[in-house]
């Protein structure tokens, strides 16, 4: 797989409209209609089209350069076997599905959304309300239940302190 920035031509530190520029260039340069039965100028031509779709939308890039990506981006369909079979859950130092937050794992705050913040929120706020409400039946499960209800209560508290925060960071 190529890089996004080399195959328009362009470092990876430039402004819009020099990938815009570029892209008129390449795209110009590799069309179909001036290239006719050429199949190696043809897919360059898809190339060319896929960089500039992520690299002229802040958001893709930003997951770009950070090494993400989109499923709707083609360009890794030829990347071998990278998808993950069970989405964003993967097995981790802290067991299945990712439960365990490391330093390397955290976003920052540029990468979420006022939506992410929210829903954060509101789930945190939930997570909190339902260790309460279960807490006054945690005696039927004797110790265990109240381990459940304080790891709910504190997690809720914790996950609702952090939107909180991103909220106040985002900029947008």
């Given at each position: 797989?190529?890089?996004?920035?080399?195959?328009?031509?362009?470092?990876?530190?430039?402004?819009?409209?020099?990938?815009?520029k570029?892209?008129r260039?390449?795209?110009?340069?590799?069309?179909?209609?001036?290239?006719?039965?050429?199949?190696?100028?043809?897919?360059?031509?898809?190339?060319?089209?896929?960089?500039?779709?992520?690299?002229?939308?802040?958001?893709?890039?930003a997951r770009?350069?950070?090494?993400?990506?989109?499923?709707?981006q083609?360009?890794?369909?030829?990347?071998?076997?990278?998808?993950?079979p069970?989405?964003?859950?993967?097995?981790?130092?802290?067991?299945?599905?990712?439960?365990?937050?490391?330093?390397?794992?955290?976003?920052s705050?540029?990468?979420?959304?006022?939506?992410?913040?929210?829903?954060?929120l509101?789930?945190?706020?939930?997570?909190?309300?339902v260790?309460?409400?279960?807490?006054?039946?945690?005696?039927i499960?004797?110790?265990?239940?109240?381990?459940i209800?304080?790891t709910?209560?504190?997690?809720?508290?914790?996950?609702?302190?952090?939107?909180?925060?991103?909220?106040?960071?985002?900029?947008?």
């Amino acid at each position: 797989m190529s890089d996004l920035y080399e195959v328009l031509g362009v470092p990876k530190d430039a402004s819009p409209e020099q990938i815009k520029k570029a892209y008129r260039e390449l795209a110009f340069k590799y069309h179909p209609d001036r290239n006719p039965d050429n199949t190696a100028a043809e897919e360059k031509f898809k190339l060319v089209n896929e960089a500039y779709s992520t690299l002229s939308d802040s958001e893709k890039k930003a997951r770009y350069d950070l090494g993400g990506y989109n499923d709707d981006q083609p360009f890794r369909a030829n990347a071998p076997n990278q998808e993950n079979p069970y989405g964003q859950y993967t097995w981790t130092a802290y067991g299945p599905f990712g439960t365990g937050s490391s330093s390397n794992n955290r976003r920052s705050y540029e990468d979420f959304t006022r939506r992410e913040a929210f829903e954060m929120l509101l789930r945190g706020l939930l997570t909190f309300a339902v260790g309460i409400v279960l807490f006054r039946f945690s005696y039927i499960f004797g110790i265990f239940g109240i381990l459940i209800c304080v790891t709910a209560i504190g997690r809720g508290l914790m996950s609702s302190l952090r939107a909180i925060r991103l909220l106040i960071n985002i900029k947008k």
